[in-house]
T-cell receptor
Framework: AQSVTQPDIHITVSEGASLELRCNYS??????LFWYVQSPGQGLQLLLK??????LVQGIKGFEAEFKRSQSSFNLRKPSVHWSDAAEYFC?????????????FGQGTRLTINP | KAGVTQTPRYLIKTRGQQVTLSCSPI?????VSWYQQTPGQGLQFLFE???????NKGNFPGRFSGRQFSNSRSEMNVSTLELGDSALYLC???????????????FGQGTRLTVV
């Protein structure tokens, strides 16, 4: 079954430092992958998505992600984090379940920014 | 353009009661999906409605039901509430149903349901 694993439940980085959030997926064919961000008390906002083509994907707010088929990974990166990046981040894959497409989410990674 | 609106934002109910949550999608969007978010289970898909018809369904008991009206607004109902139903319920709207890779899902802020 298609699934997503985010190995890090909580990550703390200093403001201005670089960031990498890990995401591993399990899917037989070419996956459709997403990263969402959720600020406290808010819904989910799409950061970026990968469907095909260039394996390095640029998103909003200065984020990027790299699809690596050999490692079944889709890690999210940002060269320099800002205090406003503190939030929970979710990786998701489109899964075919009972013949219908659904978004399957990872458990999320909570990002804390130290001043 | 207004975003996805969910009402109410917060709700407290007693075990055994029923509850109805509402979601108004972005104007022009005809697909509405519902998700349950809990600390233990994370984000889980409940169901998707398009043009007043349920298109997809997640693995939830029959106590969870929904419907969609002709104006695309959707309601989700949970009957005989259990403590474990306490969660953030999120809805997402898309301009159309079909392949998820073709249309972005926009999420509302959610309704936080507490069952006591």
């Amino acid at each position: 079954a298609q699934s997503v694993t985010q190995p890090d439940i909580h990550i703390t980085v200093s403001e201005g430092a670089s960031l990498e959030l890990r995401c591993n997926y399990s899917y037989g064919a070419t996956p459709y992958l997403f990263w969402y961000v959720q600020s406290p008390g808010q819904g989910l906002q799409l950061l970026l998505k990968y469907f095909s083509g260039d394996t390095l994907v640029q998103g909003i707010k200065g984020f990027e992600a790299e699809f690596k088929r050999s490692q079944s990974s889709f890690n999210l990166r940002k060269p320099s984090v800002h205090w406003s990046d503190a939030a929970e981040y979710f990786c998701a894959v489109v899964a075919i379940i009972q013949g219908a497409q659904k978004l399957v989410f990872g458990q999320g990674t909570r990002l804390t920014i130290n001043p | 353009k207004a975003g996805v609106t969910q009402t109410p934002r917060y709700l407290i109910k007693t075990r055994g009661q029923q509850v109805t949550l509402s979601c108004s999608p972005i104007s022009g969007h005809r697909s509405v999906s519902w998700y349950q978010q809990t600390p233990g289970q994370g984000l889980q898909f409940l169901f998707e409605y398009f043009s007043e018809t349920q298109r997809n369904k997640g693995n939830f008991p029959g106590r969870f039901s929904g419907r969609q009206f002709s104006n695309s607004r959707s309601e989700m109902n949970v009957s005989t509430l259990e403590l474990g139903d306490s969660a953030l319920y999120l809805c997402a709207s898309r301009s159309r149903a079909g392949l998820l890779e073709n249309t972005e899902a926009f999420f509302g802020q959610g309704t936080r349901l507490t069952v006591v």
